[in-house]
């Protein structure tokens, strides 16, 4: 039996490393706050090992983390934790080193997108990320979140609509 364990534990470990990054972001966009976050990521994580022998593989280890941060935020946000919004404009990872002229313009674009999503509702800011941002299909998205597929696909529409209603807003200014 001990030998299983430490199988887990190195499974564990990989997940850690796999996908830590995914995890404080998706905190992150939820919390809009840098040391919240890492509270988030964190807490997250120490959930997840303690409950890691009861992983059942029906979702992706991803999907699984993030429904976990997500649900840790809930829990912060239900017990007044989040009194203050920083809003931070989310830098690319960019894997080539383009001019300088395009990483401005590529922050420039990047940060206006961020706060267009960031004005959004809770909801609607968090099915974007998982959705763009994360890569999840809508199976992963409603599971993650705990809705249906229907409530998922609508809720994903609507939080487009929002955004390029905020951003034809933004133009006319």
């Known amino acids: 039996m001990k030998y299983l364990a430490e199988i887990s534990l190195v499974d564990f470990r990989r997940a850690v490393e796999d996908y830590s990054e995914v995890v404080w972001n998706y905190a992150y966009i939820l919390t ?26 029906e979702a992706s280890m991803k999907t699984w ?6 649900n840790t935020w809930l ?6 934790f989040i009194r203050k919004v920083v809003l931070a404009p989310f830098l690319p990872d960019t894997s080539s080193v ?12 990047a940060s206006e997108m961020w706060e267009i999503v960031l004005q959004l509702p809770a909801k609607y800011r968090e099915i974007l990320l998982l959705h763009a941002h994360h890569q999840l299909d809508l199976q ?5 979140l705990g809705i249906s597929e ?11 609509q929002m ?4 951003m034809n807003e933004k133009g006319d200014s």
């Open 150 to 160: 229907s409530a998922c696909k609508t809720r994903l529409r609507r939080a487009k």
């Open 163 to 166: 955004a390029l209603k905020i």
């Open 98 to 109: 383009p001019s300088a002229e395009n990483q401005y313009m590529n922050k420039i674009a």
């Open 75 to 80: 829990t912060y946000r239900r017990s007044a």
């Open 140 to 144: 992963e998205i409603a599971e993650s």
């Open 65 to 70: 983390l993030l429904k976990i941060t997500r």
């Open 32 to 57: 809009r706050d840098r040391h919240l976050a890492d509270e988030i990521a964190q807490d997250s994580f120490v959930k997840a090992y303690r409950s890691f022998q009861t992983f059942r593989a």
